[in-house]
């Protein structure tokens, strides 16, 4: 059984351009979240779509956006990059059942410079 | 303000021994809580959860004890294995399981 995908798998932009992240869910998996690592803040939670809504969103600037495709894939883009967004992009899929909890991708390490 | 806390960044335990990871939480509206491992270049793997109906869940060698008075629950690793070494982070979510909210992880090292 597949895993959760996330491509590509190392990323380095320039500041100020925009940049694309792609997660793959787990077959069958309705729900994918995203979540931003960094040494300094731990994980934090981006948001959150389910059956292509977004259903819930932490607290990040406009600048972090997100969809949710009819087949569960989802996207996530950030633009005009700052060097603060250095960071590794997880992706995590559900059933939407808790009891369950996610299923993490290996992540995106994006480097801004 | 940190919402979820890991205080002890490390732990080291030796093979064989109880492993205990410790996680503590100020928003008492928080009614769903798990456990992730994560080891290097990987993502979180899911452990353990419990709900804030129960104080106790177990699986295996993991238990996870919620103290909801305390605003505490901790992570039992009976007997610890050096394979159980690893980031462990403690999560939590209102709502049953939306917008969890991570602690910073603590690293533990199981010596053989």
């Known amino acids: 059984k597949a895993g959760v995908t996330q491509t590509p798998r190392y990323l380095i932009k320039t500041r100020g351009q925009q940049v694309t992240l792609s997660c793959s869910p787990i077959s069958g998996h309705r729900s994918v979240s995203w979540y931003q690592q960094t040494p300094g803040q731990g994980l934090q939670f981006l948001f959150e779509?389910?059956?292509?809504?977004?259903?819930n969103k932490g607290n990040f600037p406009g600048r972090f956006s997100g969809r949710q495709f009819s087949n569960s894939r989802s996207e996530m883009n950030v633009s005009t990059l700052e060097l603060g967004d250095s960071a590794l992009y997880l992706c995590a899929s559900s059933l939407a059942d808790p009891n369950y909890g996610y299923t993490f991708g290996s992540g995106t390490r994006l480097t801004v410079v | 303000d940190q919402q979820v806390k890991q205080n002890s960044p490390s732990l080291s335990v030796q093979e064989g021994r109880i492993s205990i990871l410790n996680c503590d939480y100020t928003n008492s509206m928080f009614d769903y809580f798990l456990w992730y491992k994560k080891y290097p270049a990987e993502g979180p793997t899911f452990l353990i959860s419990?709900?804030?109906?129960?104080d106790k869940n177990e699986d295996g060698r993991f238990t996870v004890f919620l103290n909801k008075s305390a605003k505490h629950l901790s992570l039992h690793i009976v007997p610890s294995q050096p394979g159980d070494s690893a980031v462990y982070f403690c999560a939590a979510s209102v709502n049953y399981g939306q917008n969890f909210v991570f602690g910073p992880g603590t690293r533990l090292s199981v010596l053989p």
């Open positions: 419990i709900s804030s109906i129960k």
């Open positions: 779509y389910f059956s292509e809504t977004q259903r």
